[in-house]
């Protein structure tokens, strides 16, 4: 996939919202870049490399049912992208990015920081910030402008 191979050198640029956002991502973003740079899996668990888009997506599925249900009662978006589901799915790196649209295109949830981790960009203009349902949309017409969805 043309949209997501582009991605990669992504890792460079440490662009961030927020200082407690930069406190978070910046070692999470240096983990993913090192980890391309010698050709390796950035996930913890398993090279997501060698698994079959079958296997991505159970993986990915699996890790997702696991953060929802975990973080369902919090209100800490901190405390909800540092659950380690979460960030293994950040780990999974631009191969995460498929089944993270389809879920923002199902049921609009707090993806963005793990996007904007993966891909080192943000969509989403200021005046959209906290409408959950508006950065699902800006995020998902970046992802078709980009080729990585349809």
Known sequence: ????????DRFS?????SQESEQVGRPIRRLLRIGW?????????ESEASLSSDA??????HLAKIWREECAH??????????SAY?????????????IFAELERKPDHWFWALRAITGEDPVPSEHRGNVAQM???WLQW??????RP
Not at 13 to 17: G, H, I, L, N
Not at 37 to 45: C, H, L, P
């Open 1 to 8: 996939m043309t949209g997501v191979a582009a991605l990669q």
């Open 143 to 148: 992802a078709s402008k980009r080729g990585i």
């Open 74 to 83: 919090l209100s800490s978006i901190r405390e909800m992208v540092l659950h």
């Open 37 to 45: 740079e010698m050709g390796r899996s950035t996930s913890i668990t």
């Open 13 to 17: 640029q440490d662009a961030y919202v």
């Open 87 to 99: 960030q293994q799915i950040v780990g999974m790196g631009p191969s995460a990015l498929p089944f």
């Open 136 to 138: 699902a949309r800006d």
């Open 56 to 61: 991505l997506a159970q993986r990915f599925q």
